[in-house]
Structure formats: C-alpha cells, structure tokens
C-alpha cells in the first residue's frame, strides 16, 4: 500500500501520513488490484465503497442500450471515485468505473467517514470537509464536460475542450489525456468524424497536433 500517496491524496490532505494510516483501520479500507478492462463499478449496481485510486488509471464511463459508450472523466493515482453513490445507502450506479490499464484501488467505506466512530478521529472533521472538496471538484468536472458538449457542431467541442485545456495549463501547447477514440467518447462525437474535424481544423490554421500533443493557433 502506498502510505504516501494515500497522506498526499485530496482526501487526507491536512491530515499527517500517520494520521492517514491509523484512519484506513476505521474506513475499512482493503486494497484491490484490477487488471486492464476489469469493471470497479458497474452501472445499475449498488457501489459498497468509494475507491481511491493508488496506480493505473480509472475512466468514469456510460453505455447505453445501444452499446455507445460516453466517458465522463478519467481518474488518475491520488483521486477518489464513485464517492457520491457510495454515501447513498443502495443507490444505483448510472455509470461504469473501468481500470483503464492495470490498476490498484484502495476501497474505503463512506459510511465510515460520514459518521464518526466511537474513537472519534482528531481529524475526522477534515476528513469530512475533504471529501465535501472531492465532490465539489467532480460537480466541476461534470459542468466542464456539458460545457464541451454543448455545442452543435464537433468544431464547436473540440475547440470548447481544447480551450479549456489551453487555460488549465497555462500555455498552448500541451498533451491530452485521451487517445483519439477516448476524446471522442468524451465528446460524444464519432472517431471517423472528429479526425476528419482535426485535420480540417489544422487544415485552417487553428490548431497543430500529433497524436494526443496540440498547439493552438491565433489566426492573424
């Protein structure tokens, strides 16, 4: 178990790694390994336990009846996912959580930190705002994709996602975390079509790119 991960991790920040470490014994927390494609959560299933992702890479991911298929975020070492419908006793996944390569989880009991236990934690109480933090930022997340999927046209969300890319970093060019077929399932768009939009958009001068590495272009 990587204790200093866990320490640094948005859900124990401002708690000490010893701290961290006599708290995962209260949380029920067990480690689980997945291998690549293995499903977390599965969607229209009860979620027992949030999971804090310790290496690997998770995507939060929708399938319809129709077997399309819609990624909603992509969870890297040190985030938490499926918290929310963890802390609602037998609520219904509406999604898929996938280890998107070979990944380790340490599942936590939210129950756990929503009420304190009899030994009353010293840092419980920033535990609790902690996991009120991991939720905001997914609220946020969330917000950003419907923002990217607004527009009509998959000029109008490439340029939507890669704006905010520009303006997350702080610079132009810079490396997305999708491969071209994850982009468009995040973008809800077909792969055919958004690399036919990607060189068209490179094509007027608006954007250079190799494979997941852009540059946004200002046109004079």
Not at 171 to 183: A, D, E, G, N, V
Request: hydrophobic share 45%; glycine share 6%; net charge positive.
């Amino acid at each position: 178990m990587n204790d200093k991960l866990i320490a640094q991790s948005d859900l124990f920040r401002g708690i000490s790694p010893e701290e961290a470490a006599a708290m995962l014994h209260c949380l029920q927390a067990v480690e689980r390994r997945y291998p690549k494609g293995a499903l977390i959560c599965r969607q229209g299933e009860a979620v027992p336990a949030a999971g804090l992702l310790l290496s690997g890479e998770v995507h939060i991911v929708q399938d319809d009846l129709w077997g399309n298929q819609s990624i909603f975020s992509r969870i890297g070492p040190g985030e938490l996912f499926s918290e929310a419908y963890a802390a609602v006793p037998g609520a219904v996944s509406l999604v898929n959580a996938v280890a998107a390569q070979e990944s380790s989880v340490l599942l936590l009991s939210v129950s756990r930190i929503l009420h304190t236990c009899p030994s009353a934690c010293a840092f419980h109480a920033q535990l609790i705002r902690n996991l009120l933090a991991c939720v905001a930022q997914k609220n946020l997340r969330l917000a950003q994709k419907i923002t990217h999927t607004a527009p009509k046209t998959i000029r109008g969300r490439v340029l939507s996602y890669l704006s905010a890319e520009s303006i997350r970093r702080g610079k132009r060019s810079f490396q997305i975390p999708f491969s071209r077929q994850q982009l468009a399932d995040y973008l809800c768009v077909e792969r055919s079509a958004l690399s036919a939009e990607l060189g068209k958009m490179q094509r007027d001068g608006l954007i250079e790119f190799r494979k997941n590495a852009f540059s946004l272009k200002t046109q004079e």
